[in-house]
């Protein structure tokens, strides 16, 4: 910056330099401006830990009644995001992309973090064990709770992509699975013969 000075009191005059500053040009910002990247690195995972990403889904198959002793399938659906903020007024842009699954079972017992997400079963492959199902040992009403973990990248006024350090935890809303007990009993009566037997609809087992 080159300071000039002239009288207030004339129209147009003539500007000459100033002789406060030396006689020379001043310059405004530091001679060794700071980088911002490494503070941006230090800010950039507590960022990431307050995005609002939208964490897995959870279902349960069968839901939301099971059966004790029988496997439960649970499978998880989750999303890669993309995010912009700004920090330091500087442009940063995040993707979060899911990469583990933790799941709670709601008695006592999890798995993970695992990166499989696990997967639908047809209906009449319902008690099938797969590598996210659970048995349940006790019937009950159980809240089971998926975490997913996010790992990131961002990339600051349009850089190349950096790795965020550490992974993002983010869980779904507790979902609640009812666990029931099933009881088998054999009946030598004939409801056709006899409605009232036991265990036809108009007997008294069948009333109950």
């Given amino acids: 910056m080159i300071w000039k000075v002239a009288p207030r009191e004339i129209a147009n005059p003539t500007w000459t330099d100033w002789q406060g500053n030396g006689g020379g040009p001043t310059c405004l ?27 897995g889904t959870l279902t349960a198959q069968p839901s939301p009644h099971t059966l004790r002793g029988a496997e439960t399938n649970f499978y998880a659906k989750a999303a890669e995001q993309p995010f912009d903020i700004t920090i330091l007024a500087q442009k940063i842009h995040i993707i979060a992309k899911p990469v583990q699954y933790r799941w709670d079972y709601g008695d006592g017992t999890s798995l993970g ?52 350090p550490n992974q993002g935890q983010f869980s779904s809303p507790p979902q609640t699975v009812s666990v029931w007990r099933s009881v088998t009993r054999n009946y030598a009566d004939d409801c056709n013969t006899n409605p009232q037997g036991e265990g036809c609809p108009g007997g008294a087992q069948g009333n109950r």
């Fill in 113 to 164: 973090p695992t990166t499989t997400m696990g997967g639908p079963l047809p209906q009449d492959r319902w008690g099938e064990k797969t590598r996210t199902s659970h048995a349940y040992a006790a019937t009950g009403d159980f809240d089971v709770v998926l975490t997913t973990y996010f790992q990131g990248t961002y990339s600051v006024n349009g850089g190349p992509n950096l790795p965020i």
């Fill in 29 to 55: 910002y530091d001679k060794n401006p700071e980088d911002l990247l490494p503070r941006i690195a230090a800010l950039i995972q507590r960022a990431f830990d307050r995005l609002p990403v939208v964490p």
